[in-house]
Nanobody, 120 residues
């Protein structure tokens, strides 16, 4: 069994910063791509940022230059540093990871989500 546990969400004023963390644990051989998605009320879930095991990153246009994704492979943990937050960043943020288990098969896992609320 693999679990993704997120932390770091909360309430912040516009212009402020938050840092999200997501740690993968369980029967893990290796963690491949790790991503952050978000879903605002009434909207579809969207990709915010992604990072490969090698450190290549990809960002949604709306967060480029404000958010930074990073990871610690030794801890199977991904981070999302969010700066210059805007009201439109308000959403539930979900961690996602592609995890290779000891049977060498790769599976997709999601975290439970963490609420980020930006007040204007």
């Amino acid at each position: 069994q693999v679990q993704l546990v997120e932390s770091g969400g909360g309430l912040v004023q516009a212009g402020g910063s938050l840092r999200l963390s997501c740690a993968a644990s369980g029967s893990i051989f290796s963690v491949e791509t790790m991503d952050w998605y978000r879903q605002a009320p009434g909207k579809q879930r969207e990709l915010v940022a992604a990072i490969t095991r090698e450190g290549s990153t990809n960002y949604a246009g709306s967060v480029k230059g404000r958010f930074t994704i990073s990871r610690d492979n030794a801890k199977n943990t991904v981070y999302l540093q969010m700066n210059s937050l805007r009201a439109e960043d308000t959403a539930v943020y979900y961690c996602h990871a592609e995890v290779t288990k000891f049977n060498r098969l790769t599976y997709s896992y999601w975290g439970q989500g963490t609420q980020v609320t930006v007040s204007s």
